[in-house]
């Protein structure tokens, strides 16, 4: 099977420069590739910006992108993780896809 560890980082985001070789070094040790998608090109996101313009939270693009982004790589990976840019993961910390059974849909919700 073919893993992958993918991140959305949209925009000008400083504390990745700590995250990232975190997550990079995580996805290593469990034999996963490890995806930065930095890019927002997808035609649906701007269709939603277009029509949603004034309505919710700012930087809607970032937030529908981490679904979308889910699509374009399980279309190469047999599964993936999406992790968000400000996690910090242990490198040693357990194998998510072997804490997920394959066909389920795991997350952590914040809670703040």
């Not at 699509?71 to 040693?92: G, Q």
Request: net charge positive; charged share 25%.
């Amino acid at each position: 099977m073919n893993h992958a560890i993918v991140c959305v980082s949209i925009g000008k985001r400083p504390w990745t420069k700590y995250t990232f070789s975190a997550m990079e070094r995580y996805a290593k040790n469990i034999n996963s590739d490890f995806i930065v998608e930095s890019e927002c090109n997808y035609e649906s996101i701007n269709n939603f910006e277009n029509k949603f313009i004034n309505v919710g939270r700012p930087n809607k693009k970032g937030y529908i992108a981490k679904a979308l982004v889910v699509e374009k790589y399980l279309k190469k990976y047999d599964r993936i993780a999406v992790i968000d840019d400000s996690y910090i993961i242990k490198s040693k910390a357990d194998n998510l896809f072997q804490l997920i059974p394959e066909g389920y849909l795991g997350f952590n919700p914040e809670l703040h």
